[in-house]
DNA sequence: TCGCATCCTGACCGTATGGTCAATACGAAG
DNA sequence: CTTCGTATTGACCATACGGTCAGGATGCGA
């Protein structure tokens, strides 16, 4: 679908806007042609399309075409983590775990492309990415199994491995964005509504609070 | 890491088995590099090379890239349907929800890659297996959609939404394959072992069948 | 108005890849 | 041994793709 859109991009005289507006432009069809075809699929002409530019120029603001996926996966890594700070400062996992679950299902709806690349990115090994999963994520996990840990001694859940939770949470969450096109199938062929994200939040949180002995 | 292995093959004289073999050879061969690769970045030589064949015999046997993608992404869908079967004749959710997800995380081990062929070709907007997705597996989800809503009109489980309960199933167990990478890695880098594998499991039975209300 | 840095882009290039083909080897049946 | 269908393979081809580049447009500051 070469839909050459966004063409009525606005250039505002600003020198400095401009790079900073095609990057952008180039950034998001770069995040939808390379979650609907895969990095090895995609083509810098698709995107180039997509964005409404000659192909030449992504390669003015974007060198090669791995400089371009590596934005785009940091990107989405970014936004990823932004969700994490959902977890902190509850009072315990109804709050925490279930704040987390709702952030991650909103990041789902509103950034399944971001979704579909990062998960692409780690089905193939993490090629690009590693160094992120052995420091940041891995931190990130250590701390929050040592949050859950507390919640369990203090007896506001039950003794459930914190690992398999988190794990659990990740893959639920991710999977309405990264199987979005099977659900949407099952779904009669439409997108979920409003009222049905909302089920779809609320059954997620229903069954996990409850599973980990929360409610 | 076009390691040419299975240079071992034996040729049992038997003509008709030789086409048989080949074939299993290759199509595991290549389940391995579009699972690592994806589609777009598979090439027919590393496969050829990983099963210790010229390329010109692939062409041989499967006619296209394509035919050779579709036949791999076939073989998974049947494995994954055998293990729908633990649904049925089931008394209840402990039983029937137990044994499939105990059949499902058993296939994310012994078939990963498979399970993220599987994974991208749905991420891709199924453009292989669409017509699966709207004949084969939307029956047998409205199928196991009834069960479960039998066995809460029979007071075995609480009164969840039958479908997030299912795409949660999905998730949780193909998580172990797809993300196995991310997981690995926070496992200091080591695969799971026996005894994690059987963690893994019980935490994911656990956790659902607690937030069903089934225990 | 001029100079200069930034931005734009059509045309081009080398390479990698999917696929073809003609020639050959093989082995079972007669 | 001959025949014939099946299997094998190196050499080859057309195409598509990532990336380059030289020349030009644009607009800001002086």
Redesign the interface.
Known sequence: MPESAHVSRIRSGRRTDIRQQNERLILDAAEKVF????????TMQLIADMAGLPKANLHYYFPTKEDLYRRVVQNIFEIWLDAASSFDGAAGPVEGIGAYIEAKMDISRRHPHGS?VW??E?????PVI?DY??TT??DW?EGRIAVIRRWIDEGKM?P??P???L??L???T???A??G???E??NAGAALSDRQWR??TE??K????????AL
Chains 1, 2 share one sequence.
């Open positions: 979650a609907e075809a895969g990095f090895g699929g995609a579909k998960a692409a780690v089905m193939h090994g993490a590693q999963l052995e994520l891995r996990t039950a459930i491995d690992r398999h939770l794990y659990m990740w893959a639920t991710q999977h309405y990264d199987f096109h099977q659900i199938t099952l089920e779809a059954s997620v229903q069954i996990i609070l409850r599973g980990i002995g």
